[in-house]
């Protein structure tokens, strides 16, 4: 299996800041990657697809790059609605694994 | 605006079978990718398994031996069948559909707890 490897773990940055969240597959998954956001007690929502593709109705202050094995995902200024956990998947191979998430939050 | 729902029962015993479903309102069943999902308490995301548009399906492979997806087309329906189940199926799983195998549109969420 792809294994997906998130950090850091857990953020804390002020509002505003710009937030950086790294995603490193295991193996070359091209395009293949998605970001999700977890507030907590609620389902995910879809943020980016195909790596940089930016899921319609979602802040354009989010932005995915990244493509073979090393992938980001950039908050450019950061908002007290942002608070969640964000995870990472890839779609190239299946089982179409996740990363361990990374949990952000306001200092 | 698309709304999934999904259902079932939400406390099992040891060696029974989880069984689920969910369903698509406001939206099309067909031509989707459909996923379930499960997150234990306070942990991740665990992508268990998904049904593509022709009906072909995949799981992850611990789980392939125990899982099944079936859909039912007339009810727009789709169903997760999970047998001998022990604490450590304890979670809350998400049906969730796709256009592509991304995940667009997500369910409530139902929380199944095993416990003796």
């Known amino acids: 299996d792809i294994e997906m490897t998130q950090s850091p773990s857990s953020l804390s940055a002020s509002v505003g800041d710009r937030v950086t969240i790294t995603c490193r597959a295991s193996?070359?998954?091209?395009?293949?990657l998605n970001w999700y956001q977890q507030k907590p007690g609620k389902a995910p929502n879809l943020l980016i697809f195909a790596a940089s593709s930016l899921q319609r109705g979602v802040s354009s202050r989010f932005r995915g790059t990244g493509s073979g094995t090393d992938f980001t995902l950039t908050i450019s200024s950061l908002q007290p609605g942002d608070v969640a956990t964000y995870y990472c998947?890839?779609?190239?191979?299946?089982?179409?694994?996740f990363g361990q998430g990374t949990k952000v939050d306001i200092k | 605006q698309v709304e999934i729902q999904q259902w079932g029962a939400g406390l099992l015993k040891p060696s029974e079978t989880l069984s689920l479903t969910c369903a698509v309102y406001?939206?099309?069943?067909?031509?989707?990718?459909w996923t379930w999902i499960r997150q234990p308490p306070g942990q991740g995301l665990e992508w268990i398994g998904e049904i593509d548009p022709r009906g072909s399906s995949n799981f992850k492979s611990s789980l392939m031996s125990r899982a099944t997806i079936s859909v039912d087309a007339s009810k727009s329906q789709l169903s997760l069948n999970l047998t001998s189940v022990t604490a450590a199926d304890t979670a809350v799983y998400y049906c969730?559909?796709?256009?592509?195998?991304?995940?667009?549109?997500w369910g409530q969420g139902t929380l199944v707890t095993v416990s003796s």
């Open positions: 998947q890839q779609t190239h191979f299946t089982p179409r694994t």
């Open positions: 406001g939206g099309s069943f067909s031509g989707y990718y």
């Open positions: 193996q070359n998954v091209g395009a293949h």
């Open positions: 969730s559909r796709g256009f592509g195998s991304f995940l667009e549109d």
